[in-house]
């Protein structure tokens, strides 16, 4: 699920632990889907279709949809119109204009108590990590959370997609 | 939070799992790759997990054509591409979805999708990448039932193909037109001996914003693995070595991940919404896996070539063992070419496993655990005598097939590419005094003495 695939990049490659991915998808409750769109077939759309599904909330934030509800949920222009407080940003946004959103939400971190920022696949923008990283905040970049939920627990296999894992162990499944 | 909360279950995946790295990367440093698992690790275990409801240990046989729904909201999700799973097994199945994995890890791509066998794998590949007028090169050095897919029936589709003389890379230069919209080619040949020289050719396509196809049939990934050298698209006959055993049709189509799809407008299947999916864009959708879903979900979709699950099982249990087999179906070729190169009968032996092939150093390059165990020769007795051999051998089979435990034997001219011309036989290494050998996994000297027995009463008036 990409705003817009990015050519390939020549800046040092991305990686991060499975772990660390896991862990945040299991911690993460509420998210701010900036740059979400109320056309049901953009991929943004579809990315919080997937992850209302998987029992997170999603809060669209959107200017030209502000006041407006996708999928249920109240569209606001800004991290910091948001009245509730929420875990995680995912930035649906180009890299170019990723360092903004980065900057609004180390302003509000404390208070709507962020912990992740998440941009997303073919979103990248170094100097946005970095200063993001410095507040404390957990960065990932370059990466889709649905594409990830559905790769670390199982889902994404079935379409025949190479998820890079390789285990013996009986997969448990778990009412939600 | 009731009503976001549709799925009655989810998987978890145990905490203990490896991702595919040995040594966990403590640092957290985001720049390190992890160190993958070897290839006969993989072999064995890519895509594959125990079955969650029974534990059942090996990938079980998912005999159905469908799926229950959860509700008709999982329903919809589903046909919309909004959610994963399985709908039918025209698209998806739970067994080839194994396989899916299983081959696309081997080839170091992104995602695969698999078909009937390889010739519907290279129509889904092909039907997904153009349009009609469009053009795309190929290598002459191909199997001759490619030739003619290309040449005549995807010509009824519009899709013209122009073929090329591969011995020089630079022949494909020369041939590229503003309509051409990718490069096939195999890097081992069927029938024969023919290495390309891979890391040229990739670099011919990426000069032009193509990607390059690469049929890697003959040299399974086991011997060669295309995407490491830049190729973006490979596709299998996985009747021949993955399956190995003679048992299953087959094909896959297997994506890198890594080719631009967007970069000059080129490729508008990808790039602009799709109407035969209510206005998706694929490639901006699914990314770096969207050429695989495109595949799947309008080409395997609308012509229906599926895999059976049972096909896919059989494959599967080849492949557990493909490393083993490739390593022993190479020391068997390498020994009868060098027994047939030496004998009184034998005009000619092209083999690139041989040191007197032209085509030795790109074999050490490209293919450096050995040159595979399809190749050609001729006999000094010409058509006749070659004729005469292929009825006379007892071990060998006469068929049309490749990559069997079996050894096979097979006069091109006269079968596989029989529909060619005479100087498309010629060019493509089929002409006719060619005998083709796909070299088993029998007792060496056995083999040896059936192509004597087989040779001397062909020898005879
Ligand atoms: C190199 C190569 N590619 C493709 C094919 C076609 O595959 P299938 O017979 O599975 O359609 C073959 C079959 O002989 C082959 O040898």
Not at chain 1, 75 to 88: E, R, V
Not at chain 2, 105 to 110: A, M, N, Y
Not at chain 2, 346 to 369: F, I, M
Request: proline share 6%.
């Amino acid at each position: 699920m990409s705003p817009q695939p990015a050519p390939p990049s020549t800046e040092t490659p991305l990686h991060y632990e499975d772990a660390l991915l896991r862990r945040i998808l299991k911690e993460v409750k509420t998210i701010a889907m900036v740059g979400a769109s109320a056309n049901w077939v953009r991929p943004s759309n579809f990315a919080m279709k997937y992850l209302q599904g998987k029992g997170y909330r999603v809060i669209p934030v959107n200017p030209g949809q502000q006041g407006e509800e996708i999928l249920g949920e109240m569209t606001y222009a800004n991290l910091a119109d948001i009245p509730d407080q929420f875990d995680m940003v995912d930035i649906f946004r180009a890299s170019n204009a990723a360092g903004a959103i980065a900057d609004e939400a180390i302003a509000v971190a404390d208070e709507k108590s962020i912990k992740v920022v998440w941009m997303q696949l073919g979103v990248r923008n170094d100097a946005a990590a970095e200063r993001l990283e410095e507040a404390g905040l957990i960065t990932i970049m370059n990466h889709c959370p649905k594409i990830e939920y559905g790769r670390l627990f199982g889902e994404l296999r079935w379409s025949g997609i190479n998820t890079g894992l390789i285990s013996s162990k009986r997969p448990r499944m778990r009412a939600q | 939070m009731e009503r976001y909360q549709h799925r009655s279950y989810f998987i978890e995946t145990p905490e203990n799992e490896s991702p595919m790295s040995k040594k966990p990367n403590q640092s957290g440093d985001m720049t390190a790759e992890p160190a993958p698992y070897g290839i006969e690790t993989l072999a064995i275990h890519a895509g594959a997990q125990p079955e969650p409801v029974t534990g059942a240990r090996n990938t079980p046989i998912f005999q159905t054509t469908s799926y229950v729904f959860e509700d008709a909201e999982h329903a919809a999700d589903l046909f919309n591409l909004q959610t994963f799973g399985f709908i039918y097994s025209r698209l998806t199945n739970p067994t080839v979805a194994v396989l899916e994995e299983r081959v696309a890890t081997l080839e170091g791509g992104r995602a695969a999708v698999c078909a009937a066998s390889g010739h519907a794998a290279q129509f889904l590949a092909f039907f997904t990448l153009l349009e009609p007028g469009d053009e795309f090169l190929s290598s002459i050095n191909l199997y001759g039932g490619s030739i003619t897919q290309f040449g005549h029936s995807f010509k009824r589709l519009g899709w013209n193909c122009h073929f090329v003389d591969p011995s020089d890379p630079e022949n494909f230069r020369k041939a590229l037109t503003p309509k051409c919209k990718a490069i096939f080619i195999e890097v081992l040949a069927n029938p024969g001996g023919v290495v390309l020289d891979l890391e040229a050719i990739v670099a011919i396509a990426k000069d032009a914003s193509i990607p390059l196809i690469v049929d890697n049939t003959i040299a399974t990934p086991y011997l060669c693995r295309p995407m490491d050298w830049g190729a973006d698209l490979i596709v299998h006959s996985t009747t021949k070595f993955l399956s190995g055993h003679g048992t299953s049709m087959g094909g896959a189509l297997i994506e890198s991940g890594k080719f631009d799809w967007a970069k000059d407008g080129k490729f508008p299947t990808m790039t602009e919404p799709d109407p035969a999916y209510h206005g998706l864009t694929f490639y901006e959708t699914f990314g770096d896996f969207g050429f695989t879903m495109k595949a799947r979900t309008v080409a395997l979709r609308d012509f229906g070539p599926s895999m059976s699950p049972t096909n896919a099982f059989y494959t599967l249990t080849g492949i557990e063992t493909l490393p083993l087999r490739m390593d022993r179906h190479v020391a068997n070729a390498v020994k009868v070419a060098e027994f047939l190169d030496g004998h009184a009968a034998v005009k000619w032996v092209s083999y690139a496993g041989l040191k007197s092939s032209p085509y030795h150093q790109l074999a050490e390059k490209y293919l450096p655990r050995g040159a595979g165990s399809v190749f050609t020769f001729g006999l000094k007795g010409g058509y006749e005598a070659g004729i005469k051999l292929v009825e006379s051998v007892n071990l060998f089979s006469h068929l049309a097939n490749v990559g069997d435990t079996r050894s096979l034997i097979l006069h091109p001219a006269s079968t596989t590419h029989r529909q060619l011309t005479d100087d498309q036989r010629e060019a493509a290494g089929a002409g006719p005094d060619v005998i083709r050998l796909s070299i088993g996994l029998e007792t060496v000297d056995d083999l040896l003495a059936d192509l004597d027995q087989g040779m001397s009463q062909a020898g005879k008036k």
